[in-house]
């Protein structure tokens, strides 16, 4: 019994792995779905970051990165399938994303670094600051 039940699970992990999603018709291409994944995961991000900042109302941040982009969410879906059925394609798209996310965080670094080395110092003698309510310097 439990042999038979070995080889139906072997046999179903056999057919479940081996099933190829047929290629939608309007199959999103690999460097735009790339580009998407890439702004969806960001877009995710900032908005668990500042949740509180958002209305209940505001759009989800995969729906707006979809509007961005004038995709639908069903091709999106669809193209995400085909390419989660196709792991080495799927793999080679994820490191791009890796990638342009390594990329942008190191513009952005860049730039908070500059921002910083460009502000001029705040002189605490020259500052005085008046307290409201006669509260001490």
């Known amino acids: 019994m439990i042999r038979k039940l070995s080889l139906l ?14 290629k ?3 199959l999103i291409s690999q460097p735009e779905m790339t580009r998407i994944i890439t702004d969806v995961l960001l877009a995710k991000e900032i908005y668990q970051q500042k949740k509180n900042h958002f209305d209940k109302n505001d759009l989800n941040p995969v729906t707006a990165v979809l ?10 879906m669809q193209s995400l399938d085909y390419y989660a059925d196709h792991p080495d394609i799927f793999l080679r798209m994820y490191k791009q994303v890796e990638n342009n996310i390594k990329r942008k965080r ?3 670094d860049k730039l ?3 921002k ?3 502000q001029k110092p705040v002189d605490k003698k020259k500052t005085k600051h008046k307290f ?5 310097h």
């Open 9 to 22: 699970l072997i046999l179903l992990a056999f057919f479940a792995c081996s099933r190829k999603e047929k």
């Open 24 to 26: 939608p018709e309007k």
């Open 67 to 76: 509007k961005k982009y004038g995709i639908d969410s069903v091709r999106y």
């Open 106 to 108: 190191d513009s952005l």
């Open 112 to 114: 908070m670094k500059n």
């Open 116 to 118: 910083r080395k460009n």
């Open 132 to 136: 409201p309510l006669g509260f001490p």
